[in-house]
């Protein structure tokens, strides 16, 4: 299994390298992130805003930055298409389940975007002495559990929508209200604690917050002990849901899949 | 005359076209609803935290708000497509029937295709206009309307221009998809006040990206707060780009020599 993701992986970095342009605009549709820590940096400049200090909006945007782009998932626009156009069949009769192709796919992606990011970022925390983490070996192994486990929600939240498209054609509109609910629900828009209490609330229960801005808040030392505890088990039991759904989804869809067009 | 006819004929193809497509259209629809959600949200939440950003109020501020939605309502439905078209016709070199047609060229590759569906963004910014000027307490004078109007059609034109530029690229370059996704990206900003961003980058949002003239300056307008100066900026921002456009096109399919031949 190992040797087979290592020449998947090795594939599909050889894809992505050719090309390279692509990738700086995938970084450059983090701009949004950008923009609301200008907008946020705008407004704590009076003093702190409930708790936050210029410091640690950069601090929280440029971690968000960071993980948003090792969780970006983009699989059902691209199995959708392959549905659509017939060419999901001959991935069927392969040895190997198509699911395993599109995580490697994912995976180079996001060590082909590290490379860009992580020195643009490690320039502005140095550029920024305020801007401060708390790095122990404790919170850097929690935040890498969070970032995995936040990177397997979004990616089978995705799946579980790709394969929709075996029933029906609207299936990248609703990945794009899954992307609409995550730019408010994640933490891009704001730092969740920037919410109402009612919402914070909600948000701890729902999977939103565990896509981003629970990772975030981990290395920014905003939350530890059983609350660090508590997000974990909850961002788990929603990785093992959503693992529950796809496998169900999947076979269901299989069943009725009728390779249009070929 | 003959134009208008062609664009009515244009804006009816579209229109039919979208409509066999029922499903489609209530979910896209539905999608343009959404996003204007995070818009809204997003300039709220700002304002649960602090009562005013670069200066303005927040029913101010969802003026912006609303005319960002707007716009980009307008981007989605007559340039977007058919700058996607532009692009494809130059790779496919397609685009030879549409230089051998009688009419000029710029206005039927510009203004060939349209999503009509993104007409809910138009909608539902202007409801939000209106919304934000009647809680305000505030109905606009004559002065001020024309004003706005002079500035909204130039934030039209300038809008415009660039893509057209950006489409006219791709005579050159294959990638211009991608320059697509910056300039909205960039857009983004325009969701906030100008006064917003700190220095280099406000000038640059105000001169060399002109953010500021697509929202910030047309509701400074609408709100009767416009500096005197920014007026005639505009027009001939406006023009200038509209104008440069043109030319960028003109020289564009003088020179080109068709796909594949």
């Known amino acids: 299994m190992i040797r087979k993701y290592a020449a998947l992986i090795r594939m599909s ?13 995938w970084v450059l549709t983090s701009l949004l992130s950008v923009i609301m820590m200008l907008v946020w940096l705008s407004i704590s400049r009076g003093g702190p805003v409930n708790g936050f200090t210029s410091g640690d909006f950069v601090a929280y945007y440029m971690v968000g930055l960071v993980v948003r782009q090792l969780t970006g998932v983009w699989t059902s626009y691209e199995m959708g298409n392959e549905i659509r156009e017939g060419t999901l069949s001959p991935q069927l009769l392969r040895p190997i389940h198509p699911v395993h192709r599109h995580v490697a796919a994912n995976l180079a992606e996001k060590a082909m975007r590290m490379t860009l990011l992580v020195p643009l970022v490690s320039l502005v925390f140095i550029l920024t002495p305020d801007a401060r983490l708390v790095l122990t070996p404790w ?14 929600i979004s990616f089978l939240a995705d799946y579980a929508i790709a394969i929709l498209a075996f029933w029906t054609t609207q299936a990248a509109a609703l990945a794009q209200v899954l992307y609409s609910l995550r730019i408010v629900f994640t933490g891009i828009i704001a730092p969740l604690q920037m919410f109402p209490a009612a919402m914070q609330a909600a948000l701890n229960w729902l999977p939103f917050r565990y896509m981003l801005a629970f990772s975030s808040e981990i290395l920014l030392g905003q939350t530890g002990g059983d609350r660090l505890w508590f997000g974990l088990l909850v961002q788990w039991a929603w990785v093992a849901f959503f693992f529950v759904a796809v496998r169900i989804l999947w ?4 069943r009725s899949y009728s390779a249009v067009g070929a | 005359m003959r134009y208008l006819r062609l664009l009515g004929i244009f804006m009816r193809a579209g229109i039919l076209v979208e409509l066999e497509y029922r499903a489609n259209f209530a979910v896209r629809v539905l999608l343009s609803l959404s996003w204007t959600a995070v818009t809204l949200i997003g300039t709220t939440v700002l304002f649960t935290q602090t009562g005013d950003i670069g200066g303005w109020t927040y029913y101010e501020a969802l003026v912006i708000a609303g005319l960002f939605t707007a716009m980009g309502g307008i981007i989605q439905a007559l340039l977007q ?8 016709m130059v790779r496919l070199g397609t685009l030879d029937f549409l230089l051998t047609k009688p009419v000029n060229s710029q206005f039927m590759a510009s203004l060939r295709h349209s999503q009509i569906y993104s007409v809910t963004d138009v909608l539902s910014g202007a409801a939000i206009v209106v919304f934000s000027l009647s809680r305000l307490g505030y109905a606009p004078d004559t002065g001020s309307l ?15 221009s660039i893509w057209i530029a950006m489409a006219t690229l791709s005579f050159w370059f294959v990638q211009v998809g991608n320059l697509t996704e910056l300039f909205s990206a960039v857009y983004d900003t325009a969701r906030f006040p100008v ?17 500021a003239f697509i929202t910030t300056f047309p509701a400074q307008a609408i709100l009767g707060k416009l500096d005197g100066g920014i007026l005639p900026l505009a027009v001939g921002m406006g023009v200038t780009t509209f104008v440069a456009s043109a030319w960028f096109w003109r020289y564009a399919v003088r020179t080109y020599s068709s796909a594949s031949s």
Do not use: D
């Not at chain 1, 919170?139 to 397997?152: D, H």
């Not at chain 2, 004003?147 to 034109?157: D, G, K, P, Q």
């Not at chain 2, 006064?195 to 953010?211: E, Y």
């Open chain 1, 13 to 25: 970095w050889s894809i992505s390298m050719a090309y390279r342009a692509e990738q700086v605009v």
């Open chain 1, 139 to 152: 919170s850097i192994g929690a935040f890498a559990l969070s970032v995995a486990g936040a990177w397997a």
């Open chain 1, 251 to 254: 076979r269901l869809g299989a």
């Open chain 2, 81 to 88: 497509p058919n700058v996607q078209k532009i692009i494809e």
């Open chain 2, 146 to 160: 024309a004003a706005f109007i002079v500035m909204f059609v130039m934030a039209l034109l300038i809008v415009y």
């Open chain 2, 195 to 211: 006064s917003t961003f700190q220095g280099l980058l406000r000038v640059f949002l105000t001169l060399v990206a002109p953010i």
